[in-house]
């Protein structure tokens, strides 16, 4: 996709090492407005890494350090900030807020021990200085949004309470809750039923359209890359190996590993009989 | 026929030499095997290399280590040698320790692998009779024991091996909850062994290295716990012990502190090989719980 | 799980149970069971032991004699101290409290400090102050109770000479009430200390441990990438996980804690169930022994009562029960 505006968000040769081991070896790439951006590879490929990176949360729980590159974010107001130079209170500041980001494990991902509703609130507080009340208000907004039904009644339930698939709702939900200009979705439906994957990434899609966010969705399925992404990054040992539009990698692959990746794709679902990618037709759009 | 599951046991056990080269190369597990020999050494060889009977009287009481006529660790009220006292006052400790580690490890592993194995009505059964001996307060128990009957090292030993196995059995019990539903057992019962031979030679095997480890923390255990019955005057009446050497001289502790600290620094010692050489273990079979 | 209900009662057999084992001892021990009941070592007039005959019905078959004793239990009836001359129950009931303040002291101060030890270590996995948590855990598992309180009274009364080293109140002591909480607290201080630091250690490795395993998990990584600050992260969403494996050992180690203000008791003049039960022994009066036996059971049974009350309360998954067919419990 053939983008003239400036980039929203710009990797520019990224390295992250743990220990001696190069986990993801100059990585650039470009993310705009409302773009779907993929990034793909195997397990140990460095695209969890990469997403962690744009966070800054490897320096945070994980032994990895940022050795090189930039990543240059566009603030709503128009300046342009290396995320890779601020302090961690500046970061703070846009987690969950600028940029958000949802996991693979929903049924981990939540605190057990604090009701949903009370952990989309948190951040809502947090970033935007509302109280108690107007947070839960904020955070019901935000469970229709992500259509989980009985909205109200959801907000003080505990996530052992919820299934897989609102659990990963909820994850959604508090990502969107500050109205990040960046969402990144590490492996959103890797660990859910196949019913349940696809609600999800047509829920993904819908919202996209409603808020106008850009998308970055990490994931080792070329299927799930068919059904949303615009553009894609392929990733193989900690390299970009290869990247364009969608169907310049469905259809012209370069790259032998690229073409392993794409045959490896069950032609099941939305792909059944199919070679090129698709979208599938949205959940509740009829 | 036990060939046929060999393989799969030996996947699951970690391999024994490469935990003992992963033991020896831990220096806080090495000095608390050195520690254990050197008391096993003194307990055992050390009469023979001090020939100074405990319980004579050697020279003037409360003679403080270091002064002229002293022996090296002192007198205690009496006038006796505190040294010949720690030497000596192991023995007892230590069999009744190892008498009452059997037992704990007998009663715990038979109630916990009987639980986890069958569970359902067994499982409950045992399980409340294990709560029961976890409600009873140990010492406390042990206290009554060998106030009713006699202060022996025989009842000693059994009101200890008594009350400590609890813990073991629990851990069994979830070492064999977690291991009796997997391949190689389901494949051994498939090719017809007996419940007898699935328990004490498939499941059992691969549940040890959490069971020596905690075998070793309970030996630590039963020796605090002899000490403090000898301490509180109810050890075997006849035999020297450190803990009852402590209780001697609970009256004058304050004029006289080598009476207590000498035996105390021996239980102290014993109950930290214990402990050391358990930690290494862990470290060893599990790698990944290093340091925690 | 369980309900409350079923968990009383569940309670209640247990300590049913530890009263038919004080009948059963009293039996199986040699000698004459009016003899054990009335103690002072055979030393009873045949009046008193043909009373104690008498009233426990030892001349009727077993069973009767075992439900007579347990009736007598259930009536608060614990039967009489020779030594005293007084009733063991009322004799408990005067050293109970003391018992349950230094065991409360000691297990709050081990809990509290213990979990803050663990923390503080755990974001500083390879600091000093971590390793330091590893060998003082050993070290405070390894020391006798009674050894510990023995060097800490030898040092407070000869070098540190600030705090009362034996005994709860000051024999001359004459004042209002807070001055006498005050010389309570003051003589509560050692004993709790030599009690408490064993547990210290060992619950500051056990948070320690627990708390590095909860700051790796997925839900510490979602409330970072919330944006919230590391304090909030460990102390809010970390913390309350962290904790939950140190209340179950508490809960199971309770009965341990309560052998150990026993020694601790004994060596610091502490006037609680420990102390009681000591000199009973000394006296041969079996009564209270097993008087003491059975309260201690009891404080042991209420402990895990509380133990599960307080897990409900950190813990929605056990508080709030499974709703929905489709729900599954994360473990």
Redesign the interface.
């Given at each position: 996709m053939a983008n003239s505006d400036p980039p929203l968000l710009s990797v520019r040769e990224l390295t992250v090492t743990f220990d001696a081991f190069t986990a993801v070896d100059r990585v650039s790439f470009d993310l705009h407005e409302g773009q779907t951006l993929a990034v793909v590879g195997e397990s140990g490929s460095g695209k969890s890494v990469t997403a962690l990176s744009i966070?800054r949360?490897v320096e945070?729980?994980t032994r990895g350090r940022i050795t090189g590159g930039e990543i240059l974010f566009r603030l709503p107001d128009g300046a342009v900030i290396d995320l890779i130079q601020q302090s961690e209170s500046v970061?703070?500041?846009?987690?969950?807020?600028n940029i958000?980001?949802i996991?693979q494990?929903p049924?981990?991902?939540?605190?057990?021990?604090?009701?949903v509703g009370n952990?989309v609130a948190?951040?809502v507080m947090?970033?935007q200085g509302l109280d108690r009340a107007e947070a839960m208000d904020r955070a019901l907004e935000v469970f229709e949004l992500v259509r989980i039904p009985e909205a109200r009644q959801r907000l003080g339930?505990?996530?052992?309470?919820?299934?897989?698939g609102m659990r990963q709702r909820v994850?959604i939900a508090?990502a969107l809750s500050c109205d990040p200009t960046v969402l990144i979705a590490d492996e959103p439906t890797t660990a859910l039923d196949v019913t349940i994957q696809a609600q999800i990434l047509g829920l993904m899609r819908e919202l996209q359209n409603e808020t106008n966010a850009a998308v970055i969705i990490i994931t080792h399925d070329m299927g799930v890359v068919a059904e949303v992404a615009d553009d894609v990054v392929v990733m193989n040992q900690s390299r970009v190996v290869e990247q364009g539009s969608v169907y310049d990698i469905f259809e012209r692959p370069a790259e032998p590993y690229t073409r392993a990746l794409l045959a490896s794709v069950p032609q099941l679902g939305s792909m059944a009989g199919r070679d090129e990618p698709a979208r599938f037709d949205l959940v509740g759009e009829a | 026929m036990t060939d046929v599951m060999m393989p799969d046991q030996q996947e699951l056990v970690p391999a024994g030499r490469d935990a003992w080269r992963m033991f020896l190369r831990n220096r806080a597990a090495v000095a608390g095997l050195i520690m254990f020999f050197g008391i096993l050494f003194m307990t055992f060889f050390g009469p023979m290399l001090y020939d100074e009977d405990p319980n004579d009287i050697v020279a003037r009481p409360f003679l403080e280590p270091g002064t002229e006529g002293a022996p090296a660790m002192g007198t205690d009220y009496l006038g006796r040698d505190v040294l010949a006292g720690v030497i000596n006052g192991g023995s007892t400790t230590l069999t009744v320790a190892a008498i009452a580690a059997v037992m704990i490890v007998a009663i715990g592993v038979t109630i916990g692998a009987l639980a986890g194995f069958y569970g359902g009505t067994v499982d409950t059964v045992l399980m409340r009779f294990t709560e029961f001996f976890q409600v009873l307060p140990a010492l406390l128990f042990a206290m009554v024991v060998v106030t009713l009957f006699e202060p022996s090292a025989r009842t000693i030993s059994i009101a200890i091996g008594l009350v400590l196995w609890p813990s073991l059995a629990r851990l069994t019990r979830a070492e064999f909850l977690r291991l009796r539903n997997l391949e190689f057992v389901k494949a051994a019962r498939a090719i017809g062994s007996t419940d007898l031979r699935i328990i004490s030679r498939v499941i059992f095997p691969n549940a040890l290295p959490p069971l020596i480890v905690s075998t070793t923390l309970v030996m630590g255990a039963a020796i605090l716990f002899e000490a403090g019955l000898a301490f509180l005057g109810l050890g075997d009446p006849n035999t020297l012990s450190w803990g009852l050497m402590i209780g001697l001289n609970r009256g004058n502790f304050l004029n006289a502190w080598w009476t207590v600290t000498f035996p105390g620094l021996a239980i102290f010692i014993t109950v930290l090989s214990f402990s050391l050489i358990g930690d290494g273990l862990q470290d060893a079979f599990n790698p990944k719980l290093r340091g925690r | 799980m369980r309900t409350a209900a079923a968990k009383i009662a569940q309670s209640l057999g247990l300590i049913l149970a530890v009263i038919v084992l004080n009948f059963s001892l009293i039996h199986l021990a040699p000698g004459d069971p009016a003899v054990v009941i009335a103690g002072e070592s055979g030393a009873a007039s045949p009046e008193t032991l043909a009373q104690v005959r008498a009233d426990y019905g030892l001349d009727k078959p077993f069973v009767t004699q075992l439900g007579i004793y347990v009736g007598q239990v259930a009536r608060g009836d614990l039967g009489e101290s020779f030594f005293f001359g007084r009733s063991v129950t009322s004799l408990i009931a005067d050293r109970l409290w003391p018992t349950v303040l230094l065991v409360g002291t000691a297990l709050i101060f081990a809990i509290v400090l213990g979990v803050m030890a663990g923390t503080f270590t755990a974001r500083r996995p390879e600091s000093p102050a971590s390793h330091a948590v590893t060998v003082l855990a050993l070290i405070g598992y390894s020391m006798p109770v009674f050894w510990t309180g023995i060097l800490l009274v030898i040092l407070f009364a000869s070098v540190l000479k600030i705090l009362p080293i034996s005994g709860m109140h000051d024999v001359e002591f004459d004042g209002g009430l807070l001055a006498s909480w005050l010389d309570v607290a003051r003589h509560l201080v050692l004993p709790a200390l030599t009690l408490g630091v064993i547990y210290l250690a060992q619950y500051s490795r056990l948070s320690r441990a627990s708390m590095l395993e909860v700051?790796?998990?997925?839900?510490?990584?979602?409330?970072?990438?919330?944006?919230?600050?590391?304090k909030v992260v460990v102390y809010k969403?970390a913390l309350?996980?962290a904790v939950i494996p140190v209340v179950t050992i508490a809960g199971l180690q309770f009965g341990a804690l309560l052998s150990g203000a026993l020694l601790v008791e004994t060596v610091f003049n502490w006037p609680g169930l420990g102390r009681l039960a000591f000199d009973s022994i000394l006296r041969r009066d079996t009564p209270v022994l097993l008087g003491v036996l059975l309260m201690a059971a009891v404080m042991v049974v209420v402990a895990n009562l509380l133990t599960d009350l307080l897990y409900r309360v950190?813990?929605?998954?056990i508080r709030?029960g499974?709703?929905?067919t489709?729900?599954?419990?994360?473990t």
């Amino acid at each position: 996709m053939a983008n003239s505006d400036p980039p929203l968000l710009s990797v520019r040769e990224l390295t992250v090492t743990f220990d001696a081991f190069t986990a993801v070896d100059r990585v650039s790439f470009d993310l705009h407005e409302g773009q779907t951006l993929a990034v793909v590879g195997e397990s140990g490929s460095g695209k969890s890494v990469t997403a962690l990176s744009i966070m800054r949360l490897v320096e945070l729980g994980t032994r990895g350090r940022i050795t090189g590159g930039e990543i240059l974010f566009r603030l709503p107001d128009g300046a342009v900030i290396d995320l890779i130079q601020q302090s961690e209170s500046v970061m703070r500041d846009m987690r969950g807020n600028n940029i958000s980001m949802i996991f693979q494990e929903p049924l981990t991902s939540l605190n057990p021990v604090y009701t949903v509703g009370n952990q989309v609130a948190e951040a809502v507080m947090l970033h935007q200085g509302l109280d108690r009340a107007e947070a839960m208000d904020r955070a019901l907004e935000v469970f229709e949004l992500v259509r989980i039904p009985e909205a109200r009644q959801r907000l003080g339930e505990y996530p052992h309470q919820l299934s897989g698939g609102m659990r990963q709702r909820v994850m959604i939900a508090m990502a969107l809750s500050c109205d990040p200009t960046v969402l990144i979705a590490d492996e959103p439906t890797t660990a859910l039923d196949v019913t349940i994957q696809a609600q999800i990434l047509g829920l993904m899609r819908e919202l996209q359209n409603e808020t106008n966010a850009a998308v970055i969705i990490i994931t080792h399925d070329m299927g799930v890359v068919a059904e949303v992404a615009d553009d894609v990054v392929v990733m193989n040992q900690s390299r970009v190996v290869e990247q364009g539009s969608v169907y310049d990698i469905f259809e012209r692959p370069a790259e032998p590993y690229t073409r392993a990746l794409l045959a490896s794709v069950p032609q099941l679902g939305s792909m059944a009989g199919r070679d090129e990618p698709a979208r599938f037709d949205l959940v509740g759009e009829a | 026929m036990t060939d046929v599951m060999m393989p799969d046991q030996q996947e699951l056990v970690p391999a024994g030499r490469d935990a003992w080269r992963m033991f020896l190369r831990n220096r806080a597990a090495v000095a608390g095997l050195i520690m254990f020999f050197g008391i096993l050494f003194m307990t055992f060889f050390g009469p023979m290399l001090y020939d100074e009977d405990p319980n004579d009287i050697v020279a003037r009481p409360f003679l403080e280590p270091g002064t002229e006529g002293a022996p090296a660790m002192g007198t205690d009220y009496l006038g006796r040698d505190v040294l010949a006292g720690v030497i000596n006052g192991g023995s007892t400790t230590l069999t009744v320790a190892a008498i009452a580690a059997v037992m704990i490890v007998a009663i715990g592993v038979t109630i916990g692998a009987l639980a986890g194995f069958y569970g359902g009505t067994v499982d409950t059964v045992l399980m409340r009779f294990t709560e029961f001996f976890q409600v009873l307060p140990a010492l406390l128990f042990a206290m009554v024991v060998v106030t009713l009957f006699e202060p022996s090292a025989r009842t000693i030993s059994i009101a200890i091996g008594l009350v400590l196995w609890p813990s073991l059995a629990r851990l069994t019990r979830a070492e064999f909850l977690r291991l009796r539903n997997l391949e190689f057992v389901k494949a051994a019962r498939a090719i017809g062994s007996t419940d007898l031979r699935i328990i004490s030679r498939v499941i059992f095997p691969n549940a040890l290295p959490p069971l020596i480890v905690s075998t070793t923390l309970v030996m630590g255990a039963a020796i605090l716990f002899e000490a403090g019955l000898a301490f509180l005057g109810l050890g075997d009446p006849n035999t020297l012990s450190w803990g009852l050497m402590i209780g001697l001289n609970r009256g004058n502790f304050l004029n006289a502190w080598w009476t207590v600290t000498f035996p105390g620094l021996a239980i102290f010692i014993t109950v930290l090989s214990f402990s050391l050489i358990g930690d290494g273990l862990q470290d060893a079979f599990n790698p990944k719980l290093r340091g925690r | 799980m369980r309900t409350a209900a079923a968990k009383i009662a569940q309670s209640l057999g247990l300590i049913l149970a530890v009263i038919v084992l004080n009948f059963s001892l009293i039996h199986l021990a040699p000698g004459d069971p009016a003899v054990v009941i009335a103690g002072e070592s055979g030393a009873a007039s045949p009046e008193t032991l043909a009373q104690v005959r008498a009233d426990y019905g030892l001349d009727k078959p077993f069973v009767t004699q075992l439900g007579i004793y347990v009736g007598q239990v259930a009536r608060g009836d614990l039967g009489e101290s020779f030594f005293f001359g007084r009733s063991v129950t009322s004799l408990i009931a005067d050293r109970l409290w003391p018992t349950v303040l230094l065991v409360g002291t000691a297990l709050i101060f081990a809990i509290v400090l213990g979990v803050m030890a663990g923390t503080f270590t755990a974001r500083r996995p390879e600091s000093p102050a971590s390793h330091a948590v590893t060998v003082l855990a050993l070290i405070g598992y390894s020391m006798p109770v009674f050894w510990t309180g023995i060097l800490l009274v030898i040092l407070f009364a000869s070098v540190l000479k600030i705090l009362p080293i034996s005994g709860m109140h000051d024999v001359e002591f004459d004042g209002g009430l807070l001055a006498s909480w005050l010389d309570v607290a003051r003589h509560l201080v050692l004993p709790a200390l030599t009690l408490g630091v064993i547990y210290l250690a060992q619950y500051s490795r056990l948070s320690r441990a627990s708390m590095l395993e909860v700051l790796q998990s997925d839900y510490i990584r979602t409330a970072r990438a919330k944006g919230l600050a590391e304090k909030v992260v460990v102390y809010k969403h970390a913390l309350r996980n962290a904790v939950i494996p140190v209340v179950t050992i508490a809960g199971l180690q309770f009965g341990a804690l309560l052998s150990g203000a026993l020694l601790v008791e004994t060596v610091f003049n502490w006037p609680g169930l420990g102390r009681l039960a000591f000199d009973s022994i000394l006296r041969r009066d079996t009564p209270v022994l097993l008087g003491v036996l059975l309260m201690a059971a009891v404080m042991v049974v209420v402990a895990n009562l509380l133990t599960d009350l307080l897990y409900r309360v950190i813990d929605p998954r056990i508080r709030v029960g499974a709703r929905r067919t489709r729900t599954k419990v994360s473990t």
